[in-house]
């Protein structure tokens, strides 16, 4: 049976990203939540951190809660600041790094069933 979940984000575990340079992400909602269609990730990104470049076959949807920022998506690069919202298809290179003096973080939606 599939519940609820109704918790301050504090609760949900912070673990270190790997192959990244000073960043945590926190599963908000996920698969082990009984979630069927996306998952909601908080990524705390230090000052001077980067996620290096990558790419993935699912997209993302993010959205910037706190910190500043820089996010590559393909040959563009883009200076993100809270309220800023970025969409980044699938099979695009992309990677993030931390500019400011506090921590850059944010949320990331990315689609389960495609990560299968």
């Given amino acids: 049976m599939v519940r ?16 990244a340079n000073g960043t945590w992400i926190r599963w908000l909602i996920s698969e ?16 001077g951190g ?8 699912w997209e993302h949807e993010i959205f910037v809660l706190e910190g ?3 996010i590559r998506i393909g ?10 919202v970025v969409f980044i298809p699938p099979d695009i290179v992309h990677e993030y790094w931390n500019t400011g003096k506090t921590f850059l973080k944010f949320i990331c939606v990315i689609p389960l069933k495609s990560r299968k």
């Fill in 4 to 19: 609820e979940k109704v918790v301050h984000y504090t609760q949900v575990e912070k673990e270190r990203v790997e192959n």
């Fill in 32 to 47: 082990r939540d009984g979630a069927p269609n996306f998952a909601m990730r908080l990524f705390e990104v230090e000052p």
């Fill in 50 to 57: 980067h996620i290096p470049a990558h790419k993935h076959p």
């Fill in 68 to 70: 500043e920022g820089r």
């Fill in 75 to 84: 040959d563009n690069n883009y200076v993100v600041k809270p309220g800023y």
